[in-house]
């Protein structure tokens, strides 16, 4: 293996949204009892230093690919459209109208009831997110369009995340 190959070449796949969960797992303790540094205990300085470049490089893609947001971001790179969110915000003025409802409702919530059921609205909103992002990279492989998708799904879990803290804070 190369430290410069993909993060699906490290793993042995094909690169594309859907994988499977458990054989990227499976790999990835293989893939991690091969190179790990402590095999490698006796070895020289330079075989030492390997190893533990092969163990973060590892980590690094394992990270990336179990993931759906990273795994999707990491696609768009490879095929040339870079999320860009930092300078890319345009979304369609629909789903901007929805993230400031969700706002809105967010900041008006006071009870537990209420935020749990915008956290199901989201959860749902969000496994819808994901599905249409499986059919654009594997089926229709638009890549400029899956980074648009992106960029919607980092706002939706961002908000998922607002809504956890809330939660916590109502349940302290």
């Not at 540094?37 to 973060?56: G, I, K, L, N």
């Not at 930092?86 to 109208?97: D, I, K, R, S, V």
């Not at 989201?122 to 994901?130: D, K, N």
């Amino acid at each position: 293996m190369n430290l410069q190959s993909s993060d699906f070449e490290i793993f042995g796949l094909k690169p594309q949204f859907a994988l499977d969960r458990d054989a990227l797992d499976t790999r990835w303790k293989d893939l991690q009892r091969e190179a790990h540094p402590d095999r490698f205990a006796t070895a020289d300085a330079q075989a030492q230093r390997q190893a533990m470049q092969w163990s973060v490089r590892i980590n690094e893609a394992y990270q990336r690919l179990k993931d759906p947001l990273k795994r999707a971001a990491y696609l768009c790179e490879l095929n040339g459209a870079p999320i860009q969110a930092e300078n890319n915000t345009a979304m369609p003025g629909t789903f901007l109208m929805q993230q400031m409802q969700w706002r809105e409702d967010l900041e008006e919530a006071s009870g537990v009831d209420a935020l749990e059921r915008m956290a199901d609205e989201v959860a749902l909103t969000r496994r819808g997110m994901l599905h249409a992002l499986a059919q654009t990279a594997d089926e229709r492989r638009d890549f400029p369009a899956l980074a648009q998708q992106v960029r919607a799904l980092m706002f939706v879990e961002r908000f998922a995340r607002d809504v956890e803290n809330r939660l916590d804070q109502l349940g302290q």
